[in-house]
């Protein structure tokens, strides 16, 4: 990499942000399709984040990222938020156009993405449980019922949360119907009835968690599991999944999936098709 007086910056935004994987895979893309741009890492505290913004337009960024915890905070600071990330409520991708800073959401797209690479799965006219429903059970939420589910059932510990989000986009997706569960076991039994695709959204499994009331015994081998989370090793998740005869895969694809998305808005070019996930495992087994 070469830098010069005309190479474009790009970056992320997040507290924390040292380990993140983006700067590895951006910056692979970039050279592979031999764009003069670099693409860094900002850490940016809550507290300084309106400045951070300002500072996109000052310095002439030509886009950033943004990660936890700010994702839904930058919203406020934007001049036009794309309809797909406000519904989302959450922003991780700014595209500066002359000065005026637009948000976009590509963490849905990302996950679609991954479940048709990693799963082979199409959402249209599927049932789909959501385990969780934090920002990116929203994320998926968006992009499924754009993609044509037919049911997607939203499980989560605090229910009242699952519930308000069905009453949220009930509305907004009349032609999906929606459903909200606990997560004891007999809700579980009713939520996977029939499904097609349970896909984990929460961060249970980022430290070794389980889903201890699953009831995998219940579930047709047809089912294909998703887990947003990812390990090197496979998660719990995953790992069961694929013992017990599943389709399964982790969240590398759909972190790969939203780069790509991400890359193309600043760059108005697609990646190399699998350049990033290499990438990404090539860094986790480094």
Not at 28 to 52: K, N, R, S, T, W
Not at 81 to 105: C, E, F, K, M, W
Not at 191 to 197: F, K, R, V
Not at 255 to 269: D, H, I, N
Request: net charge negative.
């Amino acid at each position: 990499m070469q830098l010069t007086g005309k190479t474009k910056v790009l970056g992320i935004f997040g507290d924390p942000v040292a380990h993140s994987m983006s700067p590895a895979m951006q910056n692979q893309a970039l050279q592979q399709a031999g764009i003069d741009a670099v693409y860094v890492p900002f850490h940016v505290p809550a507290e300084q984040l309106p400045q951070a913004v300002d500072a996109i337009r000052s310095l002439g960024l030509w886009g950033v990222n943004v990660t936890v915890p700010h994702k839904e905070a930058v919203c406020s600071l934007l001049d036009d938020i794309d309809p797909a990330a406000r519904l989302i409520g959450a922003v991780n991708t700014i595209v500066n156009r002359q000065s005026r800073l637009i948000g976009y959401n590509t963490d849905g797209l990302g996950f679609l993405h991954s479940l048709a690479d990693d799963l082979q799965f199409g959402p249209e006219g599927k049932r789909i449980l959501l385990m969780g429903a934090g920002g990116a059970c929203r994320a998926a939420l968006v992009s499924l019922c754009q993609a044509g589910a037919s049911w997607l059932g939203i499980a989560n510990r605090t229910r009242s949360r699952a519930e308000a989000l069905v009453n949220e986009f009930k509305d907004i997706f009349p032609a999906v119907s929606f459903e909200p569960f606990g997560i004891e076991k007999e809700e579980l039994r009713r939520a996977t009835q029939n499904i097609d695709l349970l896909a984990n959204t929460s961060a249970v499994g980022l430290k070794g968690e389980v889903f201890g009331d699953l009831p995998w015994e219940d579930l047709r081998e047809e089912v294909a599991i998703y887990d947003m989370v990812y390990s090197q090793a496979g998660t719990p998740l995953v790992l069961e999944a694929l013992r017990r005869g599943h389709r399964a895969s982790d969240g590398l694809g759909m972190l790969a999936g939203q780069g790509e998305e991400a890359f193309a808005l600043w760059t108005e070019e697609k990646p190399s098709v699998g350049l990033m996930k290499r990438c990404l495992l090539s860094e986790l087994t480094d």
